[in-house]
T-cell receptor, first 110, second 110 residues
Framework: NAGVTQTPKFQVLKTGQSMTLQCAQDMNHEYMSWYRQDPGMGLRLIHYSVGAGITDQGEVPNGYNVSRSTTEDFPLRLLSAAPSQTSVYFC?????????FGSGTRLTVV | GEDVEQSLFLSVREGDSSVINCTYTDSSSTYLYWYKQEPGAGLQLLTYIFSNMDMKQDQRLTVLLNKKDKHLSLRIADTQTGDSAIYFCAESTAGNKLTFGGGTRVLVKP
């Protein structure tokens, strides 16, 4: 049981490039979400999904797209990366009251 | 709206008790959480408290909730050097969202 797996762990992008951050879970949790962590600001919710085929915006959705075609996977897409998207990204699932976080992807946009 | 505030930094001597404080604004919070983050790592759930409880104790950890003042605290007894980390409080509301404070960096001195 791997829990929540995020790939890659580190990524450097040039401004304007696109990429997909992957998140996979093997716990059969319906709820999945993406957060970004910036210094001194805690974690802020980007997008979330309450089940396959359903996604919704969080607090800071601009510049990011998501889709949820399966229960297991919830990829986060940056269509045209900007330096302001330099951050650490965390994927999280939830069942009941309990949230489980992945180990994060550290993204730098230059 | 939701807002969660924490002090930035706490320094404590090994063996003493640490108390980390948090205030929140959303009175509809259902669960309140404490997470620990070590350098370069993801978030580890330490403990949580349901909003209709006043106190919860779990080994060295004591959580106090004052719902009237919207104040949450985490007390760590017999603080060890391994407790040095960033601690985040977070509140969960009915809107499928986990709102984090900015984190308190705890430094344990030998």
């Amino acid at each position: 049981n791997a829990g929540v797996t995020q790939t890659p762990k580190f990524q450097v992008l040039k401004t304007g490039q696109s990429m997909t951050l992957q998140c996979a879970q093997d716990m059969n949790h319906e709820y999945m979400s993406w957060y970004r962590q910036d210094p001194g600001m805690g974690l802020r919710l980007i997008h979330y999904s309450v089940g396959a085929g359903i996604t919704d915006q969080g607090e800071v959705p601009n510049g990011y797209n998501v889709s949820r075609s399966t229960t297991e996977d919830f990829p986060l897409r940056l269509l045209s990366a900007a330096p302001s998207q330099t951050s650490v990204y965390f994927c999280a699932t939830r069942e009941g009251y309990g949230y489980t976080f992945g180990s994060g992807t550290r993204l730098t946009v230059v | 709206g939701e807002d969660v505030e924490q002090s930035l930094f706490l320094s404590v001597r090994e063996g003493d008790s640490s108390v980390i404080n948090c205030t929140y604004t959303d009175s509809s919070s259902t669960y309140l959480y404490w997470y620990k983050q070590e350098p370069g790592a993801g978030l580890q759930l330490l403990t949580y408290i349901f909003s209709n409880m006043d106190m919860k104790q779990d080994q060295r950890l004591t959580v106090l909730l004052n719902k009237k003042d919207k104040h949450l605290s985490l007390r760590i007894a017999d603080t060890q050097t391994g407790d040095s980390a960033i601690y985040f409080c977070a509140e969960s509301t009915a809107g499928n969202k986990l709102t984090f404070g900015g984190g308190t960096r705890v430094l344990v001195k030998p």
